[in-house]
């Protein structure tokens, strides 16, 4: 089994930062893909970027420019810094990894933290 936890979520100003963590644990043999996706209240998860175990990075384009996303493949952990943060980033913020494990391949997702961000 791999396990995400994710950390970093908080209440925070209008055009304050956060840093999300999220790291990957368990029976892991190797992780490709890692990401984050978010969802707000009485809306539909939405991307909202990802980074490939070389480096490769995508990113909504909402977020693009408030938002970067790096990993630590050593540490299987990947991070979301948040800066300019507004009231519409409101969401609770989940990490996903794509990777295999002792029992096979499988996408993981963490149980998400929670961001606030008031006006």
């Known amino acids: 089994q791999v396990r995400l936890v994710e950390s970093g979520g908080g209440l925070v100003q209008a055009g304050g930062s956060l840093r999300l963590s999220c790291a990957a644990s368990g029976s892991i043999r190797s992780i490709n893909n890692m990401g984050w996706y978010r969802q707000a209240p009485g809306k539909q998860r939405e991307f909202v970027a990802m980074?490939?175990?070389?480096?490769?990075?995508e990113s909504a384009d909402s977020v693009k420019d408030r938002f970067t996303i790096s990993r630590d493949n050593a540490e299987n952990t990947v991070y979301l810094q948040m800066n300019s943060l507004k009231p519409e980033d409101t969401a609770v913020y989940y990490c996903y990894a794509d990777g295999l494990s002792t029992t096979g391949r499988g996408h993981y997702w963490g149980q998400g933290t929670q961001v606030t961000v008031s006006s």
């Open positions: 980074i490939t175990v070389g480096g490769t990075m």
